[in-house]
């Protein structure tokens, strides 16, 4: 739910938007504002996570700032976003952390990171932590497996249950009521497409503006290699399990070898997009940004990077000395990641999906309606 004073300024907005729709072809947004008569808080929020933030709008509208009716549409709904995050958290005590999302990241990353490093200097021998292991098993050498794969286990069962529930309490807001099964099962092609596309990153074909003048597809190649990244890391991790438990080939695995391949590149690849971003928004004009929620996305952008550049220096060090404490400081870098993950930036995802799918299901009805008004003409 907005906050009190957000909600009004995003309604008193986003009216001027109604009645103008100049910028209705930049992304899927403006179309959504216009088939929509009420502006309740659910459709504010609905309309907030639809929105990719590619600010496009803002440079183009001529009712922006130094103009009296002062419209920033990026801004306002950044924050609408902040405020439905908060509103639909899970446990509901997550929501404050919003309000000071940077710290809370760092902090859930360091507290991680020292306890992990502390706990191997303490639980694991000198001679062991500080010499060359290689051959299979190397890796649990240092620590061992049960150690490695429960703590990540709880962190990430702790991340999908809060980042699920989270997510549900939102879809329950914005769905729409009384969908037909034929409805949804069109609807979900389109809603796929434009997740993986990041279709309205697009900004109806100009690309993102992160100041005055021509905008650039950057913005969305960094996203898209950061998630495919991601995604590459979380195949790696599944394929080495599968390795370990039902072939039981034993880590670390040859270079050219499925899950180090893939690891490899997701590495790269997180580390590329994430660092990338950083320095967009860096650069980036601040009028149509919402200032109390950069630091939660900088931290957030941050972590991603080190745990994939970690990740990267676990493989190059793996043979020699090194690799017990860089192995240590990767794996405290991805509990946290994971265990402050409900509390973060990265709720925007689930969210934003179940956007596109409530947009698309609206345009398969608006399509269908359109169809039977043609019909009925046609007679």
């Known amino acids: 739910m907005p906050e009190p004073d957000t ?3 995003a309604r008193r907005i986003l009216r001027i938007c109604q009645a103008c729709m100049y910028c209705e072809g930049f992304c899927a947004a403006f179309p959504a504002l216009g088939r929509l008569r009420d502006l309740s808080e659910d459709d504010l929020d609905h309309l907030a996570s639809l929105c990719h933030g590619c600010r ?3 440079f183009a509208c001529q009712y922006a700032a ?7 549409v990026p801004r306002t709904l950044a924050r609408v976003r902040q405020a439905s995050y908060a509103k639909h958290a899970w446990p509901r005590g997550l929501g404050g952390l919003f309000r000071s999302n940077g710290r809370v990241v760092a902090l859930s990353a360091a507290v991680a990171v020292v306890l992990a490093l502390a706990a191997t200097l303490l639980l694991v021998p000198s ?3 500080f010499a060359a292991h290689r051959g299979e098993g190397a890796f649990y050498q240092v620590i061992p497996w049960t150690v490695m794969a429960g703590a990540a286990a709880a962190a990430l069962a702790w991340a999908c249950l809060g980042l699920g529930l989270a997510t549900a309490s939102f ?3 914005i769905r729409p009521a009384a969908v037909p099964s034929r409805v949804l099962i069109r609807a979900l092609p389109q809603a796929m497409a434009d997740i993986v596309t990041l279709r309205n990153l697009a900004g109806g074909g100009t690309g993102c503006r992160e100041a005055e003048g021509t905008g650039s597809q950057l913005r969305r190649a ?6 495919a990244g991601l995604g590459l890391c979380v195949l790696a991790t599944s394929v080495a399990g599968l390795y370990g438990h039902v072939f039981g080939w034993q880590a670390p695995y040859p270079v050219l070898s499925l899950p180090v391949l893939s690891g490899l590149i997701g590495g790269v690849l997180l580390t590329v997009g994430a660092a990338g971003l950083m320095l967009l928004k860096r650069r980036a004009a601040p009028e149509p940004l919402a200032p109390e929620t950069l630091g939660g996305e900088a931290a957030m952008l941050a972590l991603l990077a080190a745990v994939g550049a970690t990740g990267l220096i676990v493989l190059a060090v793996r043979d020699t ?3 017990g404490a860089a192995l240590a400081l990767h794996l405290g870098l991805v509990v946290g990641f994971l265990a402050v993950l409900p509390a973060s930036k990265i709720v925007h995802a689930p969210f934003r999906a179940a956007a ?7 345009r398969q009805r608006a399509t269908a309606e359109t169809r039977r008004n043609d019909g009925r003409n046609e007679r």
């Open 127 to 129: 001679e062991a932590l």
């Open 321 to 323: 000395a090194a690799m």
């Open 356 to 362: 596109l799918l409530r947009d698309a299901i609206e």
């Open 56 to 58: 496009d709008c803002y």
């Open 171 to 173: 879809w329950r807001a």
């Open 7 to 9: 909600a009004p300024e």
């Open 222 to 227: 960094l996203h898209q290699s950061m998630v």
């Open 66 to 72: 130094p103009h009296v009716f002062d419209v920033n």
